[in-house]
């Protein structure tokens, strides 16, 4: 990995870490991770896995530490999914915001709550959980998180435990901050959980969000994760590290709605048989937006499912990523792999690089991918407009359409609703509304 | 499919294995500006091309050997290499009867005998035995339609106005690593010219080996199709046995004018190394055409030899309206790895390319397809459809797809589909069910396979094609 000479990011680290009274395996696990970004150092384009998305405009930020800042509940309201609201947790500039949250008593075997509320309490051992999984030694942006995070969210489930509602975190960045929030997972055998996150920038919040998200699926656990890129996010990467058990199931919907810079990382690996993991995401880029959506699905066990589908629209200069790769480990027999993407180029300074990758150590194997990249269908957009729609209107409705392609495989009906509603007002006037 | 079957399969034996004593003129072994000039002496170049030449090397000094490759090699001593050898006996001849018998014979084992190519196929054969051209066939004909085919010397010798004007053109020296070093040490190579209008009235073709032990091969082709003309290109190898690694670093450059169509094919079976992946040569090769207005490049690769094949032969589809193709079937077995594909770079107008690219790994073969499809900002209306399919013989192999597709223009439709899989047992089952024997079942599932790539090739490579693939397959009666 190139090292960059100069780390402006580093200088965070070292006014994050100072006065901290901590638990030691927190301290110690700080000092590991700070120790591992200083050698890693920030990736440049000249790295295989940051080719297409350069770090420059990142590093070029003037960035603060994050401080607590007060957020009004109307400030928040858009972002409020109406029916997935029930428990909700609200991290503004890395902090939890009890007054925001609304964190309902829980049946029995489920906990949900800021991670920092359990650093000392939690006697199911967070000290053995909490960043075991996203590997910080290498990559550089979770060593960072973890030297850098202050808070997030801790959802767990014991066994058979089954949580309908929802459980909605929000990540609310309020000023050129540098914010590291991390949730953790754990989702036991045969458990059920959902999962919404949301990562908000208000006013000119052009900082920056480092976050990552480790989740775990034991044995015929049920996990879906829906992740939101929503207003305001000015630099953000994210990295999601996904460990699934024998016949566990996992949904991961990646929406990104408007952000500067945006790299999602989403790591699956398949170590149980039979395990399911279903990937879906949407990029809808307008300005000099750039977004960077990276996945690895690792089939190391036999008999695993894995379905990729990601779609982005890319208009003005805005420039869309696709890098998925399935690697299909040798005795992973049986396993069905699919990989899909899809790149709609609305303007000529748009941009669409996609890199699906195939890496297969096993002949026992079903595993095909597909990539698309072009424009509206010339005759589609005059039969609309034959029909009386003008050229816009058509193009937006063929637009709203190949995007609704994946609004439509949010199964949680409450997102849905709120992301057809959010998908609407992108596409003003368009639809009869 | 039965193990057994896996197994002959990927243990049948390297048919051209054989080392022929002809006396060679060698340089020491060793890279260094005076083996450079030397090498340029020998061949009695004019002073500017021993000053590209020494370009190329001190560039080369500068950069650092790729390592993002798949196929991983132990460190290459460039200093082992022997950079110059030429069979002695140089013989000026104008019939087969004046050429060294043992030579003849040689190319009789290959079971590519001038002779009856001369009579029979009208394929005009420009033999390249280790670095240096000795015998060029149908010339004379080819010349009365002011059509060049040559040796590379021979070409900077006669024609060195073409040559300067198009060397390094396409691929220049800082291309890559191994492109410069080929362009400080290449030995000779074949030269082709079409002039304007003319559709060349046969399949030109010429044939590599490697046979002194140690020496690398820097062969280096330079092929140009004037405005409107027509020209399809073979090329075959075959090596002989060796335990020590070899070098080949080739660089093939294609400059298609206006409106001018190149097909260039290739059959490719060098010594792969034993079935414990001893040995063996390294195939990198550096292949790229220029299509200008109207014009179309046209690849075509059979690649079933090699320890390791690395090569990405490439289109830049500089001109409005121009078309790229690539059609490739690559085979490894045994411990051979292959990271091959191609790179189409849509520049012009209208621009259209094709992929098409079969994997079939066996035995603990590794292969790997990465491609690349670059649609510039200007490339309105560009047009690509890309398909890779892997097919699996056995748990041991490796099959990877490693594409990159980059659109900067909104009109540009883009496709790419690959799949992986293996012979499924239903397939064999009901061939044998037909009567057939299970290795000839297995043989059929793999031609079908790779038909739209081999019926792509000239006829004459199609069968010697097919054969090859079969030959690769031999011994899977179990």
Known sequence: MTIQTENPLQSLIDAHTAGKAEPAWLSELRADAADSFAALGVPTVRHEEWRYTSLKSLLALKLAPAAHAAVLDADLKPYFIAGADDIRLVFVNGHFDAALSKLPTLPQGLLVAPLSSQFRTDDEGLPSKLARYADHHAQPFTALNMALFSDGAYIRAGRDAQLETPVHVLYVATAPQATAPRTLLLAGENAGLTLIESFVGLGKAAGFCDAVCEIVLQQGAHVQHTRLLRDGVAHHIGWNEVRQDRDSNYTHNSISLQAQLARNDVNVMLTGEGANCTLHGLVLGAGSAHVDNHIIVDHVRPRCVSKQLYRSVVDERARSVFSGKVIVRPGAAGTDAQQQNNNLLLSDDARADTKPQLEIYCDDVKCSHGATSGQLDAAAVFFLRSRGLDVQQARNVLTYAFANEIIEQVTIEPVRAHLEDVMRQRFHGLLGD | ?478
């Open chain 2, 1 to 478: 499919m039965s193990k057994e079957t896996i197994q002959s399969l990927a243990e049948a034996e390297y048919k051209h294995g054989w080392v022929s004593n002809v006396d060679a003129d060698q340089l020491p072994p060793g890279l260094s500006e005076d083996i450079v000039r030397a090498i340029s002496a020998k061949k009695n170049e004019p002073e500017w091309l021993t000053e590209w030449r020494l370009k190329a090397y001190r560039h080369w000094l500068t950069m650092t050997e790729p390592e993002w490759q798949k196929p991983k090699y132990p460190k290459i001593d460039y200093q082992g290499i022997i950079y110059y050898s030429a069979p002695k006996k140089k013989p000026t001849v104008t019939s087969l009867n004046e050429v060294d018998p043992e030579l003849l014979e040689t190319f009789e084992k290959l079971g590519i005998s001038l002779d009856e190519q001369k009579r029979l196929t009208g394929v005009a054969v420009d033999a390249v035995f280790d670095s240096v051209s000795v015998k060029t066939t149908f010339r004379e004909e080819l010349s009365k339609q002011g059509i060049i085919f040559c040796s590379f010397s021979e070409a900077v010798t006669d024609h060195p106005e073409i040559v300067r004007k198009h060397l390094g053109s396409v691929v220049p020296f800082t291309d890559n690593y191994f492109a410069a070093l080929n362009s400080a040490v290449f030995s000779d190579g074949s030269f082709c010219y079409i002039p304007p209008g003319v559709r060349c009235p046969m399949e030109l073709s010429t044939y590599f080996r490697i046979n002194s032990a140690g020496t690398g091969q820097f062969e280096r082709t330079l092929l140009i199709a004037d405005e409107g003309a027509y020209v399809s290109y073979l090329e075959g190898c075959t090596a002989p046995q060796r335990d020590e690694n070899q070098l080949h670093a080739a660089v093939v450059e294609l400059v298609a004018l206006k409106g001018a169509h190149i097909k260039y094919s290739t059959v490719q079976n060098w010594y792969p190394g034993d079935k414990d992946g001893k040995g063996g040569v390294f195939n990198f090769v550096t292949k790229r055409g220029l299509a200008h207005e109207n014009a179309k490049v046209s690849w075509t690769q059979v690649e079933t030899g090699s320890a390791i094949t690395w090569k990405y032969p490439s289109c830049i589809l500089r001109g409005d309206n121009s078309v790229g193709e690539f059609y490739s079937v690559a085979m490894t077995r045994d411990r051979q790895m292959a990271d091959t594909g191609t790179k189409m770079i849509h520049i012009g107008r209208n621009t259209r390319s094709t992929i098409i690219s079969k994997g079939i790994s066996a035995g603990h073969g590794d292969q790997t397809y990465r491609g690349q499809v670059k649609i510039l900002k200007g490339a309105t209306g560009a047009r690509n459809f890309s398909a890779c399919d892997s097919l699996l013989l056995g748990d041991k192999c490796g099959a990877h797809t490693f594409p990159y597709i980059e659109s900067q223009n909104s009109t540009a439709v883009i496709e790419h589909e690959a799949s992986t899989s293996k012979i499924s047992d239903e397939q064999v089952f009901f061939l044998r069910q037909r009567g057939l024997s299970e290795e000839d079942a297995v043989s059929m599932i793999v031609n079908g396979f790779c038909k739209d790539v081999l019926s792509e090739l000239p006829m004459e490579f199609a069968v010697e094609a097919q054969k090859l693939l079969g030959l690769k397959l031999e011994g899977a009666v179990g």
